[in-house]
Nanobody
Framework: QVQLVESGGGLVQVGGSLRLACTASGLTFNSYAMAWFRQATGQEREFVAAITWRSGVTYADFVKGRFTISRDNAKNTVYLQMNRLRPEDTAVYYC????????????????WGQGTQVTVSS
């Protein structure tokens, strides 16, 4: 049984930082592309960042220069370091996994975590 468990969300002030983590079990982690998506209230889920099993990365334009995705294959964990947070970054953040190359299309990911809330106060 595959499980993705996110952690690290919370309440932070504008300009602050948070580090999200997603730990996977039940899959061969170093064979999977991993991604972060987010969903704000009343909005569709949107792509944030992705990383290949070899640590090639892709970012949405709105997070370039502020967020960094990384992975530790020995710990089956993917991270999202979020700096210079803005109120519009407020959302539930989800990690996702797929066995091929990463994509920005949420519908093409096989596994999802339960999400972690990030709230940025102004």
């Amino acid at each position: 049984q595959v499980q993705l468990v996110e952690s690290g969300g919370g309440l932070v002030q504008v300009g602050g930082s948070l580090r999200l983590a997603c730990t996977a079990s039940g899959l061969t982690f170093n064979s999977y592309a991993m991604a972060w998506f987010r969903q704000a209230t009343g909005q569709e889920r949107e792509f944030v960042a992705a990383i290949t099993w070899r640590s090639g990365v892709t970012y949405a334009d709105f997070v370039k220069g502020r967020f960094t995705i990384s992975r530790d294959n020995a710990k089956n964990t993917v991270y999202l370091q979020m700096n210079r947070l803005r109120p519009e970054d407020t959302a539930v953040y989800y990690c996702a996994a797929r066995p091929q190359n990463p994509t920005v299309d949420a519908g093409l990911y096989d596994y999802w975590g339960q999400g972690t809330q990030v709230t940025v106060s102004s």
